[in-house]
């Protein structure tokens, strides 16, 4: 049974896909432990793994879109995608590994083309696209389940991060409020689409 199942008092059958809370913990401890490690790489050498982030429209850059949400400017712009990332990685576990693995694939491909397709000519690095993309999933996915307690995920997610959308928008020169916009909608998107074609199968 998962966290926020025993958490809101609901039963869960568990199924291939669904993950117990020691599972879950697992699973946000190796993501954790990859971004740290590479951190610390890039830290010590002095960010020369930073030459492998998105420049927009630079052919060379294209296949970046995979690595640079692993780099970060610096331990402060590291630091503040990190625990984060860690939290919304937990939270996107409740609807279950398939959908976790999915969803983090396709926020990391259509935010990183989006990118480098419209974003400003300048580097773009950093887990936040990522964050932004799993914020918008979890704003959305748990109505849309009408499951109670991934209804409750929605409802913290809300509650404690609704700020966060105040990102997408034009602000500090140095963040790459692309990536944030764009991972935003790519999240809102594989919602709207994952739950509507279930509803479609249903019907």
């Keep these: 049974m998962s966290f926020l199942s025993i958490l809101t008092g609901t039963k869960s059958l568990m199924k291939p896909n669904s993950l117990t809370f020691k599972q879950q913990i697992t699973w946000v401890a190796v993501v954790a432990s990859v971004v740290l ?3 610390v790489i890039n ?7 930073n030459q492998f982030s998105i420049y927009p429209r630079e052919v060379q850059s294209l296949g970046f879109i ?14 503040s995608n990190f625990l984060t990332l860690c939290i919304f990685s937990f939270l996107m576990l409740e609807f279950g590994k398939r959908t976790y693995i999915n969803a983090t694939f396709f926020i990391i491909v259509i935010t990183g083309l989006l990118v480098w397709l419209f974003g400003r000519t300048a580097f773009h690095l950093g887990a936040s696209g990522v964050v932004y993309g799993y914020f918008g999933y979890l ?24 700020g966060l959308i105040w990102g997408v928008l034009p602000g500090q020169p140095m963040v790459s409020w692309e990536s944030h916009l764009f991972g935003f909608n790519a999240g809102i998107l594989l919602a709207y689409l994952k739950f509507k074609k279930r509803k479609s199968i249903l019907s």
């Design 37 to 39: 490690v590479i951190e």
């Design 139 to 162: 704003l959305l996915a748990g109505f849309f389940s009408k499951k109670i307690h991934l209804i409750a995920i929605s409802i913290m997610v809300v509650v404690f991060y609704g």
């Design 43 to 49: 830290l010590l050498s002095g960010r020369a793994l």
């Design 66 to 79: 995979f690595t640079s949400p692993l780099l970060h400017a610096n331990f402060q712009h590291f630091v």
